[in-house]
């Protein structure tokens, strides 16, 4: 008897998501995810490379600052944390495989409970991983990313690796390790740090540039390690500006870089670039992308939106099929991601307490991302979309343009050039035209 016939169904009201087109009134159904339809020679599915997260899905109970969590999680039962992790991963894998999706992404945490020292926290992991590889071998389903969560417990109030006190960044190495060892045991495909508390609440008590030097050191020492080891994957970064400290040392998508470059880190480590930690750094996700993009490090998104009259990191599903159009532009022009895909790392709100909303926010979030990639798809290949903005910088293909991003001018030829300026005109940037093209095809 394989696993799948030993346990009992979690979401046993609600059979295989599929496909049933833009006309479909199924409520549980894809209306424009098709993973198997073309796009650019590449099927849908290859250019989304969806993935649930583990702890947002089937961690979170709707718990907030003001309350404990109103949602009933039957998965969580049992006598033993390894009862409580088999009966969790068994309702993960039926929630993902019913969506029909390919991949998940965990932290350590997630998968099961930490324990009482970081011995016993690596027999359980042990112990765990053993049965995900049953049942990723069951449903066909594959780790989109790993990480260990350095953030949560306590002793990381100060940060991990950037801890102030050796004893805890020690720790976090020795979880880190237990952590990639988990993800290459599972074929990971890439593995993800996120800062949660690598920054400051006050420059009075932090020592900056150690502590930045501290993170570097980590990571490189992470990042052998996993090579040594056998992982051939990417590791991410990824950027957000504060929450849970005042500063965080990954504040976007260009101080990452920035980082990177001056720590010798970017031959290994591409950006995972999430919505609602660019609006709280105060730019657009687009921005967050093309930042990443031009820097060839754009390596997987984190799918949610931020609440916009809310000043903290919401974590709510993508509906925004503008935001997510122009999104799909960079992504698309970019050449897709780089070893990443699209992870749901959003939760349903508090109030949603029904196991089956569970599947209409993912259900809702997919079909938006797929079709903002249907519509950017049609505004590249049939609009003026790209024409347009090519012709914006016209003058630079030719002539002392040309020369001028070639480095053959100087600072004396641009003035002998522009003489007394009477040849100078106006061409308007057609913001609004552009707004209304993106509408237009939505």
Not at 231 to 237: D, K, M, P, R, Y
Request: glycine share 8%.
């Amino acid at each position: 008897m394989n696993t799948l016939e030993k346990t009992q169904p979690y979401f046993k009201n609600v059979g295989k998501i599929k496909f049933e087109g833009p006309d479909s009134d199924n409520p549980f159904a894809y209306r424009y995810y098709n993973g198997q339809q073309l796009v650019r020679g590449k099927t849908m599915e290859d250019h989304l490379r969806f993935a649930v997260s583990y702890w947002h899905s089937f961690c979170g109970d709707g718990s907030d600052p003001f309350g404990w969590g109103p949602r009933p999680m039957p998965w969580n039962e049992g006598n033993t944390a390894e009862e409580r992790a088999k009966n969790k991963m068994d309702a993960a894998f039926e929630f993902i495989s019913k969506l029909g999706l390919t991949y998940y992404c965990f932290h350590d945490v997630d998968i099961i409970d930490e324990g009482e020292n970081i011995l016993e926290f690596g027999k359980r992991l042990e112990f765990i991983s053993d049965y995900a590889l049953e049942k990723q071998a069951e449903h066909k389903v594959k780790v989109l990313w790993g990480t260990a969560n350095l953030f949560s417990h306590p002793r990381y109030m100060n940060g991990a690796a950037t801890n102030p006190d050796f004893n805890v960044v020690a720790h976090a190495g020795a979880q880190v390790r237990n952590a990639l060892d988990t993800t290459i045991k599972l074929s990971g495909e890439n593995y993800v740090f996120w800062g949660g508390r690598e920054g400051y609440m006050s420059l009075l008590n932090t020592d900056m540039k150690r502590e930045k030097e501290h993170l570097a050191r980590f990571l490189h020492m992470a990042k052998d390690y996993a090579r040594n080891n056998g992982f051939e994957g990417t590791f991410f970064i990824e950027p957000k500006p504060a929450e849970p400290t005042k500063h965080q040392y990954d504040y976007d998508a260009s101080t990452v870089l920035g980082f990177l470059r001056e720590f010798n880190l970017l031959d290994d480590f591409k950006l995972n670039i999430e919505v609602n930690h660019a609006t709280l750094a105060l730019h657009t996700f687009e921005h967050e992308l093309q930042v990443s993009a031009d820097a060839n490090a754009l390596g997987s998104i984190d799918a949610n939106r931020g609440d916009y009259q809310n000043g903290w990191d919401t974590d709510q599903f993508p509906v925004d099929l503008y935001e997510l159009t122009q999104a799909m532009l960079i992504i698309l022009n970019a050449g897709g991601f780089q070893g990443g895909g699209i992870n749901f790392d959003a939760k349903l709100r508090r109030n949603s307490t029904d196991l089956e909303d569970l599947f209409h926010a993912h259900i809702g979030g997919i079909d938006a991302f797929a079709r903002a990639l249907l519509i950017a798809d049609k505004i590249a290949t049939d609009s003026d979309y790209y024409p347009l903005l090519k012709s914006r910088y016209s003058t630079f293909d030719e002539g002392k343009g040309a020369d001028f991003e070639n480095g053959k001018l100087s600072l004396e030829d641009l003035a002998e050039i522009t003489g007394d300026g009477s040849h100078l005109q106006q061409i308007s940037g057609r913001q609004e035209y552009l707004e209304n093209l993106i509408n237009r095809y939505i």
